[in-house]
């Protein structure tokens, strides 16, 4: 098994879009994600060490779900 993972190798592109060139968004298009593309992001991180998926389609859903649950993260979400 550890003669497999030594020949294992990741390609320069992909190490720059995970690692190196990664960025986190803070800001949002004014137009819905489509949910086939949510099943997809579901489906890639459901099996992480800190999956924690939220989805909240409008305003109306976001604060209240922030009123319970982010009083920690207000600072980070600008509220």
Same mark, same amino acid.
């Given at each position: 098994?550890i003669e %497999?993972?030594e *020949?294992?190798?990741v390609?320069?592109?992909? #190490? /720059? $879009? +995970? ?5 986190? !968004? /803070?800001a &949002?298009l @004014? *137009?819905? +994600? @489509?949910?086939? $593309?949510?099943?997809? #992001? !579901?489906? %890639?991180? *459901? &099996?992480? @060490?800190r999956?924690?998926i $939220?989805? $909240? =389609?409008?305003? !109306?859903?976001? +604060? @209240?779900w922030?009123?319970? /649950? ?5 600072? =980070?979400?600008?509220?």
């Amino acid at each position: 098994m550890i003669e %497999t993972i030594e *020949k294992m190798s990741v390609s320069d592109d992909a #190490l /720059n $879009l +995970v690692f190196r060139e990664a960025r986190t !968004y /803070n800001a &949002w298009l @004014p *137009k819905p +994600v @489509p949910d086939e $593309l949510l099943h997809q #992001l !579901y489906n %890639t991180l *459901k &099996w992480g @060490p800190r999956a924690q998926i $939220l989805v $909240l =389609r409008d305003s !109306y859903s976001f +604060v @209240p779900w922030l009123q319970r /649950n982010a009083s920690d993260h207000r600072s =980070r979400l600008g509220t």
